[in-house]
C-alpha cells in the first residue's frame, strides 16, 4: 500500500493536492508519504517542504503543510485507522470571529467543496450537504462557538487533530484532498503588507450569493420580526467600541426615515437569528467590527453604513467596502469617521489586547493622534488603542448618509438593466483593392438581433503594413472606401462591433 | 435557463473551464453563452475571447475556444437538442499521426479524464470505461485510422462536430468540461522557437504507465509470437526514410546479440499487434518518426534506438530521447546519425511534402547541405528534404549501440533501488549560550529508523545575526559547540539531517 498525490497549481500558496493513502502519525504529528515505487507525486515537488497553504491565509507560516517520506514497507510497522471516506483536510484560520469563519472559512470550504464534488451549481436545488469527512488541522478547541456554520457542509461529523488522537498510532486516509480555495477571499489582513483587498481577487458576488443561498437551506429561517416592514439593522456592541448615544441614533434615524431600526448584538441575539434579520432587512448600521461580515447576507440593494472611531482612517480598513464593491453584490455603501476628538472615550487603561497603552513609553504620543499610522497585523498599539474608543456618533451626518444611500439604492434598483452582453465578430469580413483605395465589407454579427441594443456602431480597424500604423474610424454602415496616399500600400482590417458603445469580440484580420 | 461557467487556470495556456448549460449553434459554428443575472462566471474574463487551447498544444491560434453571449431570453428563439451527460469538448492535435495521437490527445485525454473524475489511481484495478460523452471539435474526418485508440476511453460513442450538425439548430450541454490538460505533453512542434522538450514539463512516468496500462487492459493483449523468447523490435518504413540495408541490420543484430529481431511496420501489422510485440520486447530500434511514439508501452529497462538520416542533428528532434529522459521511465536510449554523405539516397523529385526539392531556387544549397539549420514547423524545405532521404545505415555502430545499451540496462536494472527517501527535521533542536561559546544539541529524526541507509550526517547552519553571514558543519553527533568571536554575538542555528548525502528537511530555527 503506497501513497500517491496530485496537485494543481504552481506555487505554494494556489496549490491543492490530492492524495490517495495519506497518513497521519498522531504522536510526532506529522503526516506520512508512504513511498514506492508505484507511488505517483504528480505536479510537485518530490523533495520539498510546506507545499501548500492549509488555510485561506496566504503565506501564513503556521498554515504550512508538510510530510515526511517513509518507506512504503514500513506501514506494517504500525497500527493504522483506516477513513475510507472522501475527505478535506484545511485549517480554519481564526475560528472565534465571524469575519474570519465566513471569509477565510465558510466561504472558501463551500467553494473547495463544489470544486471537489465537480460541480458548482448543479447543487444549487437539492442543496444536499456534501458526502466528505471534513478534518480541521489546526488546534482550536473542539467545542467553538459557530461551529454549526461549518456543520452545515457534512453530512458527518467534523473531525479535528484532536479527535484523530483517540484513533490510534496511524490515521490513514484512502482518498483525501489537502487545503482550500483562496477564489473566494477579498481580503488580506496585513501580515506582509498594510492590510487590503487581496490583489487581483477571484471572488464573484453570484459565489457569495451561492454559499448565502446554501447556509440559509440548512438554517432554521423562521422570523417573525423580519415580517413586520421595512426595518435596518444596527449592530450593537456592548461591551467595546460602543456607540455611546445608541438609543438616540437608533431612535432619531428612526424618525427621520420613517423605517424601524432593530438594534441587535451577540449578547442578545443568536447568529441565526441576526442572519435571518439582516437577510429580511433593507441595510445594515454599524461600528467597524467582524459582525459586519454578515452583511453577506443582505440582499441585493441593500445598504451599509460602516462607522469608525475618531483617529482611524476608513481608507485603511476595506474589508466590509471592498465586500460591498465586487460587481454585482449590489450593496449601497458608505462610511462615518468621527473627527471631533470631544466625542471619543479612550481606554488607555485597558489590557493590552483591548488597546491599553498604560504600560507603554509613548502613551501619550498615541492619544495625541490624529491618524493612526499604517501598520500591520496584528498587535500595533496606536490601532488597538484608537479602534477600542467608545464614540458619541454624529446623528444628523448619519441620517444624511442613510437617506442618500437609501435614495442611490432605489433610484439605481428600479434602473437595474439585465448584464451587459457583447457583441460577436462581424461576418464575412471582406477587402477590396482597388487603384488608389481598399473598400471594405462585412455583415453584422448574426446575434445582433437576439441582443437588445438602441445603436449599433463599427470600429473599423486598418493597419498600414508599410508604414507599421494603425487608423481606426467609428462608423454605422457596414462597408467603408479608404484611400490610399501610395498605390502601392498594403492593409490588414478587422473590425469590432459596438452595441450601445459597449465593445464586442474582433473579427478576424484581412488582408488587402 | 442560463449558462454558468467555472474556470481553473490563469491564462489561456493554462486554463481548463467547467460550463452548465453550454450551447452549441451548428449553422454559425458559434458556442453560445446564454447570460442572465444568475449566470455564474468564474476566473475567467467576461468579455474576452479565445479563453482557452481547445488542443493539448499551447498557442496555436487554430485550436482557440471562443463562445458568443446571448441574452438567456432568446433561448427559446432556438430548437434545442440537449445532451444531459457530462461531456468533454476538446480539440484532436493531428488525429492521422501516432506519435501525435499518443502525446497530444491519447495521454492528455486520459489525464484530463480522470481530472473530471476527481481520481487518478482509483480507477486502476477496475479500468472502468469513462462515462462521459467526448466531443472533438475540431474537423477532422469522423472516420480516422486510429478512432479506436480514442474510443478506448468512453463508454459512449465520440461525437465529433459533424455529427453535431445532424442534431439540429443549437445543441446545448448541460454539463460539460471544455480543454485538456496539458501537464502529460514534453515536447513542443517548433511553432514559436524550434521544437524541443516543453519547458518545465509536469509529465511523470507514472502517468504514462497508468495511461498505457489503462490502454493496455482496453486492447486485445493476445500476442503469440511475444512468447518465444527476448526479442527487439525493428521499426520497419516501407515507403519514405528507409533504411536500404534493413535485412541486413536485422540479421546481424540477431547474430551478434543473440536475440531475436522482430521487424514490423503498419503495412504488415496492425498497431494493436506493434503495440503487444514492443510491450513484450526488450528494445526497439528504428528510424527517426511517429512510430517511435509507441516507445511509451515498453517496458522499464527497455532499450530504444533512434536513427536519423544523413544532415539531422539528432540533438534538435528530441520527441523521443526526451520521453526516454522522463525519470523513472527507465529507457535506455542511443541514437545514430548517418555521418556517410555515400549511404543517403536523396529525393530532390518528390513531392515537396516529402522533401522534394525540385521547384526551389536553392535546390543545391540544400542538397549540399551537411546539417539542416534549425527551423520553425511545419514545411521547412531543408528538414523535409533530408528526414526523407534513405539510408544505409552502419550495421556494426548500431550494434555496438545495442550492445552497450542493453548491457547498461541490465546492469543498472539489477542494481536498481527503491525511491530515494529523504529524512524528516530533527527533533528538540535546542542552543544554548556560554559565555564564548554556544551549545547546539538535537534529536534525530524519528523516522530515520524506518529508513534504510548507510550513513547519517548532520549539516548544522549558523547564521550570525550581526555580521550578516552563515557558516555550516557537516558532522556526525547530534551536539556542537561553536566558539563565538565576540561574547555579544547571537545566531539563529537550524540543521539538516543527511541519509547516504540525500538532504532532508530542514529543522525549525532557533536563536541562541
Request: glycine share 4%; charged share 20%.
Amino acid at each position: 500500500m503506497e501513497t500517491s498525490v496530485h496537485c494543481k497549481g504552481n506555487e505554494r500558496s494556489e496549490r491543492f493536492c490530492h492524495f490517495e493513502n495519506l497518513c497521519y502519525h498522531n504522536e510526532h504529528k506529522d503526516f506520512i508519504f508512504f513511498m514506492a515505487n508505484a507511488s505517483m507525486i504528480e505536479n510537485v515537488p518530490s523533495d520539498s517542504q510546506n507545499i501548500l497553504d492549509l488555510s485561506s491565509v496566504a503565506d501564513h507560516t503556521l498554515h504550512f503543510f508538510s510530510f515526511l517520506y517513509l518507506p512504503s514497507e514500513t506501514m506494517t510497522d504500525f497500527t493504522v485507522k483506516w477513513i475510507n471516506r472522501r475527505s478535506l483536510i484545511f485549517n480554519r484560520f481564526k475560528p472565534d470571529n465571524i469575519m474570519h469563519i465566513l471569509h477565510d472559512d465558510i466561504l472558501p470550504l463551500h467553494h473547495t467543496l463544489k470544486q471537489i464534488k465537480g460541480n458548482f451549481k448543479l447543487n444549487r436545488n437539492t442543496q444536499e450537504k456534501f458526502d466528505i469527512q471534513i478534518l480541521t488541522f489546526e488546534d482550536w478547541p473542539d467545542d467553538i462557538e459557530y461551529q454549526f456554520l461549518y456543520d452545515l457542509f457534512s453530512r458527518h461529523d467534523m473531525l479535528t487533530v484532536n479527535s484523530l488522537k483517540k484513533m490510534g498510532e496511524l490515521v490513514c486516509f484512502s482518498d483525501v484532498y489537502v487545503g482550500i480555495s483562496k477564489e473566494t477571499t477579498w481580503y488580506q489582513y496585513g501580515f506582509y503588507v498594510p492590510q487590503g483587498p487581496v490583489p487581483n481577487s477571484k471572488v464573484t458576488s453570484s459565489q457569495i450569493q451561492d454559499t448565502v443561498n446554501y447556509v440559509l437551506s440548512h438554517i432554521d429561517t423562521e422570523c417573525t420580526l423580519c415580517n413586520l416592514g421595512p426595518y435596518l439593522v444596527l449592530l450593537s456592541r456592548k461591551e467595546t467600541r460602543r456607540i455611546l448615544n445608541e438609543m438616540d441614533l437608533s431612535i432619531s434615524i428612526a424618525q427621520h426615515i420613517g423605517m424601524k431600526v432593530l438594534s441587535v448584538s451577540l449578547e442578545t441575539h443568536s447568529l441565526v437569528d441576526i442572519i435571518n434579520l439582516i437577510r429580511n432587512s433593507k441595510g445594515l448600521i454599524g461600528m467597524h467590527g467582524s459582525l459586519l461580515a454578515l452583511a453577506i447576507f443582505l440582499q441585493p440593494g441593500s445598504i451599509l453604513i460602516e462607522l469608525f472611531p475618531f483617529a482611524i482612517n476608513p481608507a485603511h480598513y476595506t474589508p466590509y467596502k471592498t465586500l460591498s464593491g465586487i460587481p454585482s453584490m449590489n450593496i449601497y455603501y458608505a462610511n462615518w469617521v468621527n473627527t471631533n476628538e470631544e466625542n471619543t472615550v479612550m481606554h488607555p487603561d485597558w489590557p493590552p489586547e483591548l488597546g491599553g497603552i498604560s504600560d507603554l513609553k509613548d502613551q501619550q504620543e498615541i492619544m495625541n493622534q490624529k491618524e493612526v499610522p499604517k501598520h500591520l497585523c496584528c498587535d500595533d498599539p496606536s490601532w488597538l488603542f484608537h479602534i477600542y474608543q467608545d464614540t458619541i456618533v454624529d446623528i444628523n451626518t448619519i441620517i444624511q448618509l442613510v437617506k442618500t444611500m437609501l435614495t442611490a439604492s432605489i433610484n439605481e434598483n428600479t434602473s437595474e438593466k439585465a448584464r451587459n452582453i457583447v457583441a460577436g465578430p462581424v461576418r464575412d469580413l471582406n477587402c477590396v483593392t482597388e487603384k488608389n483605395s481598399i473598400r471594405v465589407k462585412w455583415k453584422a454579427p448574426w446575434s445582433l438581433r437576439y441582443i437588445p441594443h438602441k445603436t449599433v456602431q463599427y470600429q473599423l480597424f486598418i493597419f498600414n503594413t508599410q508604414l507599421n500604423s494603425t487608423t481606426s474610424f467609428l462608423i454605422t454602415n457596414t462597408i467603408y472606401t479608404y484611400n490610399k496616399t501610395e498605390a502601392t500600400y498594403s492593409f490588414l482590417v478587422w473590425v469590432q462591433c459596438q452595441l450601445d458603445n459597449l465593445k464586442g469580440y474582433l473579427s478576424n484580420l484581412v488582408k488587402c
